[in-house]
Nanobody, 127 residues
Framework: QLQLVESGGGLVQPGGSLRLACTGS????????IGWFRQAPGKEREGISC????????KYADSVKGRFTISRDNAKNTAYLQMNNLKPEDTAVYHC????????????????????WGQGTQVTVSS
């Protein structure tokens, strides 16, 4: 059965960078879209970025466009989120999810529970 594990979070100063990884085990991710989502206390879950099964299509939230880059390496069964120019408002728990969707747009906009959902990694941006 597929399990997802996020890594790479931590404490970083404003303007700094982090690279998150989402690694699947137990089953392949190659047929599923992967998305990165974040949730801060008291705020609604936000779809940050999603990528298609083959990496050919991506979607970014306006709040991170131009700063974050999503990618995947299916040979490693892993997806990444490169986060540059981090801001305090990026502070949140970041989760990855894998599922079958018609489009990456639909995945990022979805509010439904995903079939496969990682435990999350904390990102804190602070001086």
């Amino acid at each position: 059965q597929l399990q997802l594990v996020e890594s790479g979070g931590g404490l970083v100063q404003p303007g700094g960078s982090l690279r998150l990884a989402c690694t699947g085990s137990g089953a392949t991710l190659e047929y599923q879209h992967i998305g990165w989502f974040r949730q801060a206390p008291g705020k609604e879950r936000e779809g940050i970025s999603c990528i298609s099964y083959d990496g050919g299509r991506t979607k970014y939230a306006d709040s991170v466009k131009g700063r974050f880059t999503i990618s995947r390496d299916n040979a490693k069964n892993t997806a990444y989120l490169q986060m540059n120019n981090l801001k305090p408002e990026d502070t949140a728990v970041y989760h990855c999810a894998a599922d079958l969707f018609t489009s990456v747009e639909a995945m990022c906009a979805s509010r439904k529970p995903f079939d496969f959902w990682g435990q999350g990694t904390q990102v804190t941006v602070s001086s």
